[in-house]
């Protein structure tokens, strides 16, 4: 019997270049790597195409417990005196649900307790944030959209200075 390079596929490519990897493209991923590195270290040295999120100072800060009930209700409180500010039934409320679900999976993560508080916070610049009190996770609500931002805003009420 004779040896592999018999058995027809490995005598066929004696003497044949092997297939390569094209140097064109190649040299072009190395390009933009270090098109992209230059442009970062530029933007960050100079400033210039960063943009940076300025909110500013709070202008109105409350402290609220957000509680899912057992009939798939969530209610929210004030976290200083525990008065009801708002209630969503099943099948309304759908952002600060959808927020709720999201802060719930950080928390079981985090293994933290659940009844924190949560902080909705409006800036100076317009935006309002919320905060979750035992992991420390913030997010701006504009950049799900200004009405979802409103129904968190609507839960500040008339609350006003850094201090409430």
Known sequence: MGSVSHLGYFGERRGKRTNTFPKGVLL???????????????GQTTGIGVIKHRAGVPV??????????????VMVKDARNGVLIAAYEKDTGGFVRGSLRAFERMRMVAKVS??????IIKWEAGTV????????????????????????????????????
């Open 114 to 119: 659940e009844t924190a508080p949560y902080r």
């Open 60 to 73: 109105a800060i409350r402290d609220v417990t957000i509680t899912r009930t057992a009939d798939d209700s």
């Open 28 to 42: 072009g991923a190395v390009a933009l790597l270090v098109f992209a590195a230059g442009a970062i270290v530029f």
């Open 129 to 164: 944030s919320l905060s979750d009190t035992a992991t420390g996770e913030r997010i701006y609500l504009e950049a799900f959209g200004k009405d979802n931002a409103a129904a968190f805003e609507v839960l500040l009420g008339q609350r006003r200075g850094a201090s409430q």
